[in-house]
């Protein structure tokens, strides 16, 4: 029993080993038989296509016979590389042919940075700043001199003179202060009215105020207009009423409309009653005014003569001093003050 199973074994060891020595022949010749040689442009497939492995995988086996054949990797973006596998009659085998289809050529490209609203608000802000610097310093735009219009009295270099603009920009002038300037240097101005355009013109129009009476008080010379307001003479006017006062006249309630350079120094009806009281006077006499007693005159034998502050009456005043004069010369009477404001009840010093 023991010899048959010995036997058994040993037949089956050689049986293994003929196995073994006959796949060791058969994969020599199967290798041997398989080793081709091959062209460096032609790559040999066998006669049965395998089946189609993933799409990453044939990407990979793609690019690397590109590598191999030098063929470029970069595929067209327009379109998708063709290939085509031509059969070689005298072997079994496949050439494949790459079209690199149209060359894509492009341009270098350039980095533009992205400007923010800060940015541009900032180069708006520069630009901005240097046309007004240059707007304020060309000559283009500096003033030599404003023309004055309407001006009868007062002159051109006064007004030049107070105003300081010459050599200065245009963008200095600022008529609202242009005017209020004027007004206040110049009192004998009615009104001020200025005009600024491009690239360097100023206009002032100006009116001046009429004086009508010339008031002499406390050894201090005025002009007074219709309207009753004061300013300091100017220039020479011809028929001015000459009026000597002995004191600050009658105040004037002030109007909060106006301006304080155009409220009155006396009311303007009392300038109307010393404009229609100057044709009676004697020739050669200037007319006084008294707070007291009103308008008059000094008579040149000897006396003052008041008729009031009212042009109310005055030739019957006139009538009734004259009769009173008339008695006191034939009675030898030398008074020193005869006052005809109250017709009723006329009295004299």
């Given at each position: 029993?023991?010899?048959?199973?010995?036997?058994?074994?040993?037949?089956?060891?050689?049986?293994?080993?003929?196995?073994?020595?006959?796949?060791?022949?058969?994969?020599?010749?199967?290798?041997?038989?398989?080793?081709?040689?091959?062209?460096?442009?032609?790559?040999?497939?066998?006669?049965?296509?395998?089946?189609?492995?993933?799409?990453?995988?044939?990407?990979?086996?793609?690019?690397?016979?590109?590598?191999a054949f030098g063929v470029s990797t970069q595929a067209n973006?327009?379109?998708?590389?063709?290939?085509?596998?031509?059969?070689?009659?005298?072997?079994?085998?496949?050439?494949?042919?790459?079209?690199?289809?149209?060359?894509?050529?492009?341009?270098?490209?350039?980095?533009?940075?992205?400007?923010?609203?800060?940015?541009?608000?900032?180069?708006?802000?520069?630009?901005?700043?240097?046309?007004?610097?240059?707007?304020?310093?060309?000559?283009?735009?500096?003033?030599?001199?404003?023309?004055?219009?309407?001006?009868?009295?007062?002159?051109?270099?006064?007004?030049?003179?107070?105003?300081?603009?010459?050599?200065?920009?245009?963008?200095?002038?600022?008529?609202?202060?242009?005017?209020?300037?004027?007004?206040?240097?110049?009192?004998?101005?009615?009104?001020?009215?200025?005009?600024?355009?491009?690239?360097?013109?100023?206009?002032?129009?100006?009116?001046?105020?009429?004086?009508?009476?010339?008031?002499?008080?406390?050894?201090?010379?005025?002009?007074?207009?219709?309207n009753g307001v004061a300013f300091m003479p100017r220039g020479e006017v011809q028929g001015l009423i000459q009026?000597?006062?002995?004191?600050?006249?009658?105040?004037?309630?002030?109007?909060?409309?106006?301006?304080?350079?155009?409220?009155?120094?006396?009311?303007?009806?009392?300038?109307?009653?010393?404009?229609?009281?100057?044709?009676?006077?004697?020739?050669?006499?200037?007319?006084?005014?008294?707070?007291?007693?009103?308008?008059?005159?000094?008579?040149?034998?000897?006396?003052?003569?008041?008729?009031?502050?009212?042009?109310?009456?005055?030739?019957?005043?006139?009538?009734?001093?004259?009769?009173?004069?008339?008695?006191?010369?034939?009675?030898?009477?030398?008074?020193?003050?005869?006052?005809?404001?109250?017709?009723?009840?006329?009295?004299?010093?």
């Amino acid at each position: 029993m023991t010899n048959k199973t010995t036997s058994s074994r040993s037949e089956i060891v050689r049986q293994r080993r003929s196995t073994q020595k006959l796949a060791t022949q058969t994969s020599r010749r199967t290798s041997s038989s398989t080793r081709q040689t091959h062209r460096a442009e032609t790559v040999h497939l066998p006669a049965e296509p395998r089946r189609s492995a993933p799409r990453t995988l044939r990407q990979a086996q793609g690019n690397s016979l590109r590598n191999a054949f030098g063929v470029s990797t970069q595929a067209n973006t327009r379109g998708s590389t063709s290939r085509r596998m031509v059969k070689d009659p005298r072997r079994n085998s496949y050439d494949l042919a790459f079209s690199l289809g149209r060359a894509d050529v492009r341009a270098p490209a350039l980095n533009i940075p992205q400007l923010g609203p800060r940015w541009i608000s900032a180069a708006l802000t520069l630009l901005l700043g240097f046309m007004l610097y240059t707007m304020w310093t060309a000559s283009t735009f500096t003033v030599s001199a404003a023309e004055v219009r309407g001006n009868q009295r007062l002159s051109s270099e006064d007004v030049n003179s107070m105003l300081g603009l010459a050599g200065q920009p245009i963008f200095k002038a600022l008529p609202a202060r242009i005017e209020t300037n004027l007004r206040t240097a110049f009192p004998d101005l009615a009104s001020v009215k200025v005009h600024v355009s491009l690239p360097n013109h100023i206009i002032v129009d100006v009116v001046e105020r009429m004086p009508i009476l010339v008031w002499y008080q406390a050894g201090a010379v005025t002009w007074i207009d219709a309207n009753g307001v004061a300013f300091m003479p100017r220039g020479e006017v011809q028929g001015l009423i000459q009026v000597a006062s002995t004191g600050t006249p009658p105040k004037v309630p002030s109007d909060t409309n106006k301006l304080l350079l155009d409220q009155p120094f006396i009311a303007p009806e009392l300038v109307k009653a010393m404009v229609a009281l100057s044709p009676y006077l004697p020739a050669g006499v200037s007319m006084t005014f008294d707070p007291q007693y009103g308008m008059g005159w000094q008579d040149p034998r000897g006396w003052s003569v008041y008729v009031g502050q009212s042009t109310q009456d005055i030739p019957m005043k006139l009538v009734v001093y004259q009769a009173i004069v008339d008695t006191f010369i034939r009675q030898g009477i030398q008074p020193t003050l005869i006052n005809v404001e109250y017709l009723d009840a006329p009295f004299y010093k």
